[in-house]
T-cell receptor, first 113, second 115 residues
């Protein structure tokens, strides 16, 4: 079956522009997670949804970052007024309600110039 | 707070030899531990998990991990390494703070298997 998909795979944007990153989880997975991974580091948690409800956004760095999952499936992570320090790999993961492991998408490599 | 540490940035192994990638953890309560592998230009792939039960957990691609509560370790092992095992390996622990299912990852260990 299809895994987690993310788009775009690569995004280059100028400082100050807004970007929207999309995640399409595994069909039927109720939980969806966003992580950010800097080069040479492990992924760091950003936010988590259970169905359409955003249960935890404690990892979002500041109020320029927001996420939504309006219908409990596809999610969008939006970064407003991008800064160079936002450059990273943004990873989405999903999990079912019955197992604990999370399944990751290929990520979106964001470069802010 | 929950945390994991991967003390080795890189592990080098000859093909056919056993491999070990180390992970230690710090948690309050019972740990839920995971190993993931990352191949170039691909997402993280789930290898195995420890929740409860047997201390030796078997996973994908012939990998296994040994949970050791007294040493707070969860080392990844494979009896005979393959060149194709060369990748970046991450240990992770479930963070229960706030009651939610987020993972805390280590910094990763690069495994290089030489022919």
């Amino acid at each position: 079956g299809a895994g987690v998909s993310q788009s775009p795979r690569y995004k280059v944007t100028k400082r100050g522009q807004d970007v929207a990153l999309r995640c399409d989880p595994i069909s039927g997975h109720v939980s969806l997670y966003w992580y950010r991974q800097a080069l040479g580091q492990g992924p760091e948690f950003l936010t988590y949804f259970n169905y359409e409800a955003q249960q935890d956004k404690s990892g979002l760095p500041n109020d320029r970052f927001s996420a939504e999952r309006p219908e409990g499936s596809i999610s969008t992570l939006t970064i407003q007024r991008t800064e160079q320090r936002d450059s990273a790999m943004y990873r989405c993961a999903s999990s079912s309600g019955t197992t604990l492991e999370q399944y990751f998408g290929p990520g979106t490599r964001l470069t802010v110039t | 707070a929950q945390s994991v540490a991967q003390p080795e940035d890189q592990v080098n192994v000859a093909e056919g030899n056993p491999l070990t990638v180390k992970c230690t953890y710090s948690v309050s309560g019972n740990p839920y531990l995971f190993w993931y592998v990352q191949y170039p230009n691909r997402g993280l792939q789930f290898l195995l998990k420890y929740i409860t039960g047997d201390n030796l957990v078997k996973g994908s691609y012939g990998f296994e991990a040994e949970f050791n509560k007294s040493q707070t370790s969860f080392h990844l092992k494979k009896p005979s390494a393959l060149v194709s095992d060369s990748a970046l390996y991450f240990c992770a622990v479930r963070d229960f703070s706030g009651g939610y299912n987020k993972l805390i990852f280590g910094a990763g260990t690069r495994l290089a298997v030489h022919p």
